[in-house]
């Protein structure tokens, strides 16, 4: 059988990942393959999924549970270390997974929060590469914000962040798409993308 492919879907909070990772996901299928959407954190993952979940989203656990940056970004390093060996026997019987966020997104967001690069780069240097990265940039959509969620409450943090995955993006040879024009548009140059990175699907 031949082995699947890891595709990794970057972009800060509210740009539309989730919509265009399952429009690529039903592209996807619709060539034959196998093909799943993964979403990083993997909250349901003891023991840091729900952890993660939880700080994100509820100021009192938060204040409870008071975490460095670094600390944080190494439970999220452990989250992704942690599903590896299921990633990796998903692969291997051929699904082609589709992941909203992974790495870059945890360097991204550490380095916004005042992270070292170096320490970020560590301890995610053992994880399993992508076979290909793609960063829908542009503007948040406005109705896209979650209430409580530490990340998506700071405009200005926002848009350090959205700097920060611009420039990871060109750093590490992420395909750039424009997120800021209809569903249909962005779903087609990611289309386009995938086959000319694979071969003709």
Known sequence: MER???IAVYGINGIGK???????VAFLRSRGLKAERLKYPVYDLEPEGPFIHRYLREPEFREKNPLSTEELQSKYAENRRRYEPILEDRLAAGEWIVAEDY?????AWGLT???DLEYLEKINRDLRPTDLSMLLHGDRFDTAIEKDHRNEMEAERIAICKNFHFLLGERNG???VDANRSVDEVATDMRSIVTE?????
Not at 18 to 24: D, F, K, Y
Not at 197 to 201: A, I, K, Q, Y
């Open 197 to 201: 990175h694979f071969g003709t699907l």
């Open 4 to 6: 699947g492919k890891f």
């Open 113 to 115: 929060w005042g992270a």
């Open 18 to 24: 989730t919509t265009q990772v399952e429009s690529l």
């Open 103 to 107: 790495i870059g997104t945890g360097i």
């Open 174 to 176: 992420w395909k750039r």
